[in-house]
Nanobody, 124 residues
Framework: QVTLVESGGGLVQAGGSLRLSCAIS????????MAWFRQSAGKEREFVSG????????DVAESVKGRFFVSRDNAKNEAYLEMDILKPEDKAVYCC?????????????????WGQGTQVTVSS
């Protein structure tokens, strides 16, 4: 079994930054590609950013391009989402998700392992 645990969320003013972390534990070999998704109140969960196992491929949603940056450190079994120039519309619960194969994907259905999420709130 593999477990993902997010941390780093919180309250920040618009224009500020946060760095989310996702710790992978247990059968870490069950997770190859990873992604971040978010869900705002009353909205569907949406893809934010994804990364291949070795970090050589990254993907990011248009809505956060140039502001959010994904990375990972496999030696530490962690993934990260650096969020800069935060906007009120970025307020959401952010979840990390693991793909069993090294096939970065924007689709929720392709990810078999999910964290509980961490709340990000941006005040205007």
């Amino acid at each position: 079994q593999v477990t993902l645990v997010e941390s780093g969320g919180g309250l920040v003013q618009a224009g500020g930054s946060l760095r989310l972390s996702c710790a992978i534990s247990g059968r870490t070999d069950y997770v190859a590609a990873m992604a971040w998704f978010r869900q705002s109140a009353g909205k569907e969960r949406e893809f934010v950013s994804g990364i291949s196992y070795n970090g050589g491929y990254t993907d990011v949603a248009e809505s956060v391009k140039g502001r959010f940056f994904v990375s990972r450190d496999n030696a530490k079994n962690e993934a990260y989402l650096e969020m800069d120039i935060l906007k009120p519309e970025d307020k959401a619960v952010y979840c990390c998700a693991g793909h069993a194969r090294d096939c970065p994907s924007q689709s929720e259905e392709d990810h078999t392992t999910w964290g509980q999420g961490t709340q990000v709130t941006v005040s205007s």
